[in-house]
């Protein structure tokens, strides 16, 4: 055996890249010295991307496949170095493994609460979370804007920037979009594709791509909620007076099972108090305690009935020619239909209403166009 086949022998390389982190977007291939056989075998299985660095500048992009690292199937290395044919010398090169998979299940949310003018609450304030996938496209390109010389580069280092683009992006579209709160669940399939489009503009120049984008929650902040609970739970209600029996025998529960509440005796007192709401409520004739009252008639006042609650102002959007207006007022729309720029054809929608009407199918705003003055007066 010659010194050359010696030598030749002792280079023999096989590059390639097992991964089973999860979370690796590139890997550097180490070897002592960089140094890489002329003619090695480069393994790129799929799902992978290998950029070839030599010298410091970006040489070769290798899609999944066997190859061997000869001139002849390396055009632009060749035109970087002289290659030696017959003697076969190393040559030092890096070579950076680029992971083209997605990476699923990545998450976002609003840090801080967005601000946004709700057509029903007014100025509100709103969050919101989600998930995201990312997906490296272009692997010079990731490589050259984002990576630079990290030999292993995790979706840790990038997500943070994502995040940030995603978070100003959707709180835009969201506090743009006119849509109440009460109605973004319906909404959010539509306003995450738009989110999704935006941000994957921004994320083209890194060389990477959004497959995916999620809206999991819009939430109000939990003053706002509370407030919207007690509304329900009014109108679940039904009969106030019969509410109003049960929130107190549900108070005195809790004081009996209050441990520092003065123990035996307040569960006495519970109990008393139960007895006696019990026989006031299957009695009418007996008093507040269970005593007999008096048959003597006691005078009544009589209070008057308060006045009944305003009506409520339903506030209107108008859709023409693909685009959105409004809110508007009632007395807007009666305007708009007095200058001709409202017709009975033109399509509205309130909220609460189930879909887009034409406006003479709306019994509220039918009435604009039904107002004709009387006749004139004879002789006139």
């Known amino acids: 055996m010659g010194i050359f086949d010696f030598l030749s022998g002792q280079f023999i390389d096989v590059i390639h890249w097992t991964d089973d982190s999860r979370d690796t977007l590139v890997w550097r291939f180490e070897r002592e010295g960089h140094e890489i056989k002329y003619g090695a075998k480069l393994t790129v299985r799929e799902g992978q991307a290998a950029v070839f660095i030599h010298e410091g500048q970006m040489a070769d992009v290798f899609t999944p496949g066997l190859y061997m690292l000869e001139t002849n199937n390396m055009p632009i290395m060749t035109s970087l170095q002289h290659w030696d044919h017959g003697f076969k010398s190393p040559f030092k090169s890096e070579i950076y493994f680029v992971n083209t998979t997605r990476f699923n299940n990545l998450k976002w949310g609003t840090k801080n609460p967005v601000m946004m003018r709700d057509p029903e609450f007014g100025p509100t304030r709103i969050r919101a979370f989600g998930t995201y996938s990312i997906r490296v496209t272009e692997p010079s390109k990731f490589m050259t804007e984002i990576v630079g010389t990290d030999g292993e580069f995790t979706t ?64 109000l902040p939990p003053a706002v909620e509370q407030a919207l609970d007690k509304r329900t739970s009014m109108g679940l209600a039904g009969d106030l007076g019969k509410f109003t029996q049960y929130s107190a025998a549900e108070a005195m529960t809790a004081a009996a099972q209050n441990p520092n509440g003065g123990g035996g005796m307040g569960a006495g007192l519970g109990m008393g108090m139960g007895m006696a709401m019990a026989q006031q409520m299957s009695n009418p004739q007996a008093g507040p305690w269970g005593s007999p009252q008096q048959q003597q008639p006691q005078p009544v006042a009589v209070q008057p009935a308060p006045p009944p609650p305003p009506p409520v102002e339903h506030v209107w959007h108008i859709a023409k020619d693909g685009q959105t207006t409004g809110p508007f007022s009632k007395a807007d729309m009666g305007r708009m239909a007095a200058e001709g720029a409202m017709s009975r054809e033109s399509h509205v929608w309130t909220p609460g209403q189930d879909g887009w009407l034409k406006a003479e199918d709306v019994q509220e705003l039918a009435q604009l166009f039904t107002v004709l003055p009387p006749p004139p007066p004879p002789g006139v």
């Open 156 to 219: 840790d280092e990038i997500t943070f920037q994502i995040r940030n683009i995603i978070v100003q992006e959707s709180s835009r579209v969201m506090a743009g979009s006119g849509i109440p709160v009460l109605d973004m669940a319906a909404n959010t399939a539509d306003m995450g594709k738009l989110i999704a489009t935006k941000v994957s503009e921004v994320l083209a120049d890194y060389g990477l791509s959004m497959p995916e984008f999620y809206i999991e929650n819009i939430s």
